[in-house]
């Protein structure tokens, strides 16, 4: 069985028993799975997963998250196997914990695994069930007088969520998430001492059903005179730009249970109350660290907690602009994504958000120089599709620029994760986005945008088998039958809309065309400078180039090689491939009065380029491709004496036969 489908194995076995293992979100699987903390059974014989042990690494030992074993398989030993090689594989550890609820009576299992039952623990679930904590000793001192470990983060409910939790009816189901098992160990809820003085001062009638709410949760205290200050100061700030706050008197307890839960030292406070968020988010973080937010972005805040790095900001393509895993910021941010064109409402983008965030899906943010949001997008693997739940740009003044490069940083994606087909499923595709996905040449069909990810370098028979395979497997029309010697702006078409195909066996030639190194960083990013770029060049999907007209060979359209020359890193290597689509030669003044918006050069530098000419050569340029492997010269002419074909130096530009072309390719994006 392959590595992929003993995984989809283990998540089918995981949710077939989920009423006892709880509701893991798919990312989860995905963090053990590339953390290498999964263990997985599998019967030889009959090719199938018979069990799993799924487990987390805290402090200086295993917490042992899921063990299950297939019916079947049980009583065979399969449960030892997988505990005993996580012993094996974390030695070093002091011992592996594991907590099971006591009316599952496995008490007997687990003392046969050779667990012994070290402290006992009421469950997160909401009929907070009496659990036992198991421990499988390594053997190490353990000085440790207690066992359990401190929880991740105590956050602090407002009274309606408390009210939540504690109904039987349909409300619920919106606070549930804060109670679920994945969350056990490293949530922890807290009321605050502001909620207790809100209850016993309200009316008597009401005060018994609201305690009982609230005592399953341990109370934070604050000093009330502390409190109140930090109340005063808060109302300070908020007052200044909205002078009528509070407008009454559940404005000001909300405000008084915010002071205290800050004042405890508690660094969230969850609430429904999106109000409540507007109005005093900002300043209540700014003055104590204490953030509001909704239960639905806990999840991204323990991410946050657990693995920053995830959500480091990176330069977009060496542009001014940022991206980064969304984090609790986002909930602030996200109305500015409302697809209002495409008649979507705000409760609608939130609901639809806070879905895949449950689900363990990553959303993903831009924001300008400015740290202003701009784009917003999620995309993950699912099966041969690279789905994309959700695609938006805010009215940015860049936006179409953006929303182009965002479509073309999803081919660049899914040709990364293997996958042959991008699947944009937005339900409200904004219709920036629609222009631009139409003018990528992406097809639609209904509400779904689909773009094949045609990864093959071959002859036309071969690309259009791995077309019809990707076009049927989409429901899409089949694709056009394809013939050796194909026109040349029949290829560059197809290429471009199944982009990274190429089809050697057409009249599309190739170019090799050196450039100096500087341009090639202005205009293309490479290599990788310390500086950031143009931000129009860096997102940009079009760039010109000018050069000498003279003599030119260039014909378009055609594919080109880019050659870095001069002095300096990464120059002599092949760096990046290009689709040429057209080729203009005009007057230096005429070709800077057109063309100036897509290049770097100004008007004297596109004179010189014409090197005393009265006329330059502009070469309008797309789909430009940084290899992952430049290849250097030397490598270069190797591969050229082993196909015994193509120019030997490159002192202007070349073109390079097909076989060459694709020798050169393969091994630079190996």
């Not at 011992?95 to 009316?103: L, M, T, V």
């Not at 959303?363 to 300008?368: E, K, L, N, T």
């Not at 631009?436 to 071959?458: K, R």
């Not at 001069?566 to 491939?577: K, N, Q, V």
């Amino acid at each position: 069985m392959d590595n992929h489908a003993g995984y989809e194995a283990v998540i089918k076995l995981g949710d077939r028993f989920s009423d006892r293992l709880g509701q893991l979100p798919y990312a989860a699987f995905e963090d053990a799975r590339d953390d290498q903390r999964i263990l997985i059974a599998t019967d030889l014989a009959a090719g199938s997963v018979v069990g799993y042990a799924l487990y987390r690494l805290p402090r200086n030992e295993v917490s042992l998250t899921h063990l299950c074993v297939a019916p079947d398989a049980r009583g065979t030993g399969v449960a030892r196997a997988l505990v005993d090689a996580i012993s094996e594989k974390h030695v070093q550890r002091l011992g592996i914990r594991a907590k099971c609820r006591d009316d599952y009576e496995l008490a007997d299992t687990w003392t046969g695994l050779g667990f012994t039952a070290r402290a006992k623990a009421i469950g997160r679930g909401r009929d907070r069930a009496p659990m036992t904590v198991w421990w499988r000793d390594h053997g190490h001192p353990d000085l440790f007088t207690e066992y359990e470990v401190p929880v991740e983060l105590r956050a602090a409910i407002d009274l309606n969520i408390a009210l939540d939790l504690a109904s039987s009816a349909d409300r619920k189901m919106r606070s549930e998430l804060l109670v679920a098992d994945d969350l056990a160990g490293r949530l922890q809820l807290v009321v605050s001492s502001g909620m207790l003085a809100e209850i016993n001062d309200g009316e008597r009638s009401r005060r018994g059903p609201l305690l009982e709410a609230i005592e399953p949760y341990p109370t934070v205290h604050a000093v009330e005179a502390r409190a109140q200050d930090l109340a005063n100061r808060i109302l300070t700030e908020v007052q200044n730009t909205a002078p009528d706050y509070p407008a009454n008197e559940q404005d000001r307890r909300d405000l008084l249970q915010v002071a205290h839960a800050a004042a405890a030292g508690v660094s969230v406070f969850l609430t429904w109350d999106q109000r409540l968020i507007n109005r005093l988010g900002d300043v209540v973080e700014a003055l104590t660290g204490t953030t509001l937010m909704k239960p639905s972005y806990v999840v991204l805040h323990l991410d946050e907690l657990a693995n920053a790095d995830a959500f480091r900001l990176d330069s977009l393509a060496g542009s001014t602009f940022t991206h980064a895993r969304a984090g609790t910021r986002l909930e602030r941010e996200l109305d500015a994504f409302i697809a209002d064109s495409s008649g979507e409402r705000r409760p609608q983008l939130h609901r639809h958000v806070h879905q895949l965030i449950r689900a363990g899906r990553e959303p993903r943010i831009v924001h300008d120089e400015r740290d202003i949001a701009a784009a917003l997008y999620c995309a993950y693997r699912n099966g041969e599709r690279w789905e994309v739940p959700l695609l938006r740009v805010t009215q940015h003044p860049l936006a179409d620029t953006l929303a182009r490069h965002l479509l073309w940083n999803l081919r660049l994606q899914a040709r990364d994760e293997g996958a042959g087909l991008i699947d944009i499923c937005d339900p409200y595709l904004p219709r920036r986005l629609v222009q631009a996905a139409s003018f990528e040449s992406l097809t639609a069909a209904g509400t779904h945008w689909f773009a094949p990810v045609i990864d093959v370098c071959g002859e036309s028979h071969e690309v259009a088998a791995a077309a019809a395979r990707i076009h049927t497997a989409a429901g899409l029309p089949a694709p056009p039958l394809l013939r050796p010697g194909l026109s040349a702006h029949a290829a560059a078409t197809l290429e471009h809309t199944w982009w990274p195909a190429k089809i050697l066996d057409s009249q599309l030639p190739t170019f090799v065309i050196p450039i100096r190194a500087n341009y090639a960083y202005e205009l293309f990013g490479y290599p990788e400078g310390l500086s950031t770029r143009d931000t129009q060049l860096s997102l940009g999907r079009e760039h010109v180039y000018y050069r000498s007209a003279t003599n030119s060979k260039i014909i378009a359209p055609a594919r080109v090689l880019w050659l870095s020359t001069g002095a300096g890193t990464g120059s002599g290597h092949i760096f990046a491939a290009s689709t040429l689509d057209s080729r203009v030669v005009d007057s230096p003044e005429q070709l800077h009065e057109t063309l100036s918006y897509y290049g770097t050069f100004d008007l004297a530098a596109v004179t010189a380029a014409a090197r005393g000419s009265d006329v330059a050569e502009a070469l309008r340029l797309s789909d430009t491709e940084l290899f992952r492997t430049p290849i250097s010269r030397r490598r270069y002419r190797q591969l050229r004496e082993n196909l015994g074909t193509g120019p030997k130096e490159f002192m202007g530009p070349q073109r390079i036969p097909a076989e060459l072309f694709a020798a050169v390719y393969a091994l630079a994006t190996q």
